[in-house]
């Protein structure tokens, strides 16, 4: 007869292997996968930057994981205003305060941003045939979203290094656009 303490025990380690297992299932074999969805909301999103905005009812893809950093990682390269009252939301997460669009600075996705390991450490941005150095100071939250907090914008993707308008112009790269494929490597 079990006693209390074994069935404790039991699950506990049912509730850790099914912990693992969903880790394992959301990042095999170095592919992120969504680990959930987040039910759309809208609200009053700020249109600077030309943001996509939460649709009531959407569901938009959670993500923990980010695919692994390599000597050159492949991301997308979004724009974002990190300033006061601008498309970035609140103050950034690093350092709680507000950066120009002069300056060269990053969010990255939750994965990457890793609970604020890389805050604060330059990344090699390349594209275009051009390189710039820029500062994360943020996560690009890919895991909540649609919410005041959030600007109202869905999660961000698994990939995704949001940078200032002083990062696009560095890179010789057209605002206008909103989205392009580039590498990043740490310093």
């Known amino acids: 007869m ?3 303490r074994g069935v404790a025990t039991m699950a506990m380690l049912l509730l850790v292997a ?11 074999l170095g592919v992120c996968r969504a680990s959930g969805y987040l039910p ?21 893809p959670q993500y923990r994981c980010s695919p692994p950093v390599t000597a050159s990682t492949k991301a997308v390269l979004t724009l974002n205003s990190f300033e ?8 950034s997460e690093c350092d ?6 002069e300056e060269k600075v990053v969010a990255l996705s939750t994965g990457w941003f890793s609970n604020m390991a890389r805050c604060g450490h330059r990344i090699k941005i390349s594209a275009n045939g051009n390189s710039v150095y820029a500062k994360v ?5 890919s895991v909540h979203g649609c919410d005041d907090e959030h600007n109202f914008e869905p999660p961000c993707d698994n990939n995704i ?7 696009w112009d560095a890179l010789g790269l057209d605002q206008s656009v909103g989205m392009v494929d580039i590498t990043w490597s740490e310093e």
Not at 84 to 91: N, R, S, V
Not at 96 to 101: E, I, M, Q, R, V
Not at 161 to 167: C, G, L, M
């Open 2 to 4: 079990a006693t209390a």
């Open 18 to 28: 099914l912990s693992a297992s969903h880790m394992a299932s959301s990042l095999r």
């Open 40 to 60: 759309g909301r809208s609200g009053n999103c700020e249109k600077s930057n030309d943001p996509d905005c939460c649709e009531d009812g959407k569901r938009y």
């Open 84 to 91: 006061k009252g601008k498309d970035g939301g609140g103050p």
């Open 96 to 101: 709680n305060a507000y950066h120009s669009d």
């Open 137 to 141: 100071v943020d996560e690009c939250d």
């Open 161 to 167: 290094v949001d940078a200032s308008p002083a990062v």
